[in-house]
């Protein structure tokens, strides 16, 4: 029996996607060789989010940071990024963040954890954030483990500067076709289903 006929026995099929082949399991999501790609990278994404929150924490227990999640981390990064005061509004655009009261949340608990404090702007009116000498450590000492731990692997990629650039360049792009479908959605009827509840 080929591996095909196999494949087709256990309810798999193979769809030629570009020089490869794409799995299909007869899955709602995966209908088309498209289909299938397309989701083999969101699930692909959604397994490399939940390593990444793990490693974080991980990284975070080697600081001996209690309270502090991986989300909260994210924002310090990005309250620091560039070394300048920012707000709440423009740190959940660069997380492309729409729960802006839970960024405030997190915002909030940095301030009260020492790592960043609340600034005035140029202006004088409004609250921006900023790291603290703590916090500007603590994202050193971050910085120290995440080059030590998982920099160091990452080189050992063939061609990996150029691989993770395109791969961040295809996911930007598609961010923006997500979200674009999420905006068009909005101006579409429920559909009904079938199904009834």
């Given amino acids: 029996m080929t591996a095909r006929a196999r494949a087709t026995t256990a309810g ?11 799995p299909t399991t007869g899955w709602h999501l995966s209908r088309t060789p498209l289909e299938a790609a397309t989701t083999e990278l969101e699930w692909a994404l959604l397994r490399w989010w939940e390593a990444f929150g793990r490693y974080s924490l991980h990284a975070l227990n080697m600081l001996g940071l209690d309270g502090v999640g ?11 990024l560039h070394d300048r005061p920012k707000s709440a509004t423009m740190i959940a655009n660069l997380l492309n963040r729409d729960d802006i009261q839970n960024v405030q949340y997190s915002l909030r608990k940095l301030v ?3 790592l960043a404090a609340k600034v005035r702007d ?43 650039l395109q791969a961040a360049k295809t996911v930007s792009m598609l961010t923006g076709l997500y979200d674009s479908a999420g905006r068009t959605s909005t101006g579409y009827a429920i559909i009904a289903s079938a199904v009834q509840s």
Avoid: W
């Fill in 12 to 22: 798999l099929t193979e769809l030629p996607v570009g020089n490869g082949i794409a």
């Fill in 70 to 80: 991986s989300a909260e981390m994210l924002i310090l990064h990005i309250v620091r």
């Fill in 112 to 114: 009260g954890m020492g």
């Fill in 122 to 164: 140029q202006k004088g009116k409004y609250n921006h954030l900023a790291v603290t000498e703590r916090g500007r450590q603590i994202c050193d000492d971050f910085a120290a483990i995440r080059a030590q731990l998982l920099i160091a692997d990452v080189a050992q990629l063939d061609n990996g500067e150029a691989v993770l």
